[in-house]
């Protein structure tokens, strides 16, 4: 079956240390996004890259970086320049070509992270 | 970019209809309107989306204003499991820096 994973699932990090949050997917999409989610609130835009070896800033970018080194994967790495990393992170891909039977957004379920 | 606004909680009884409005004036002709829902601690899933006409699908409806400023996600008959935060988003395939709003937060009373 066709979707995207992310992992792990929940992760505690130290202050002062780097993690890399993992998304792939198998259906082909060009457009991969990640976003952050605090407790009671919407989601914020991290970072997104349309197509392969190229990525832009969102609305929260310091303190994250990304790679697009295959279409299939979008890493995402919290360094310890982040402030408040401890959140809910989500990434999330669509299909850019096409009619608009292609345009749904298609979810991971999400990495919860904890700095302690 | 375009922005949708949505208020930020409703209410409705079970087995009621809903209608969850989201303006989005600044759109452009070849932003298309999505609504996605998400739950607790879980990722968003896909509702419905539309360009210009009414869409219906299994899950709900979409009505689209004429100048295409407002959209309404319709619920046909609310169950408790329909209790969720509802977003409204605009998906432009010459841009797609897609950003989400608050949303609603939707509350079924049993």
């Known amino acids: 079956d066709g979707g995207i994973t992310q992992s792990p699932k929940y992760l505690f990090r130290k202050e002062g240390q780097n993690v890399t949050l993992s998304c792939e997917q198998n259906l082909n999409h060009d457009a991969m996004y990640w976003y952050r989610q605090d407790p009671g609130q919407g989601l914020r835009l991290i970072y997104y890259s349309q197509i392969v070896n190229d990525f832009q800033k969102g609305d929260i970018a310091e303190g994250y970086s990304v790679s697009r080194e295959k279409k299939e994967s979008f890493p995402l790495t919290v360094t310890s320049a982040q402030k408040n990393p401890t959140a809910f992170y989500l990434c999330a891909s669509v299909l850019t070509a096409g009619g608009p039977s292609t345009g749904e957004l298609f979810f991971g379920e999400g990495s919860r992270l904890t700095v302690l | 970019d375009a922005k949708t606004t949505q208020p930020n909680s409703m209410e409705s009884n079970e087995e009621e209809p809903v209608h969850l409005p989201c303006n989005h004036s600044?759109?452009?002709?070849?932003?298309?309107i999505h609504w996605y829902r998400q739950l607790p601690s879980q990722g968003p899933e896909y509702v419905i989306h539309g360009l210009t006409s009414n869409v219906n699908n299994r899950m709900a409806s979409l009505a689209i204003a004429e100048d295409r400023k407002s959209s309404t996600l319709i619920l046909h008959r609310a169950t408790l499991r329909d209790a969720a935060v509802y977003y409204c988003i605009l998906l432009n395939f010459g841009n797609e820096k897609l950003t989400f709003g608050t949303g609603t937060r939707l509350t079924i009373i049993p």
């Open positions: 600044t759109i452009s002709g070849t932003d298309y």
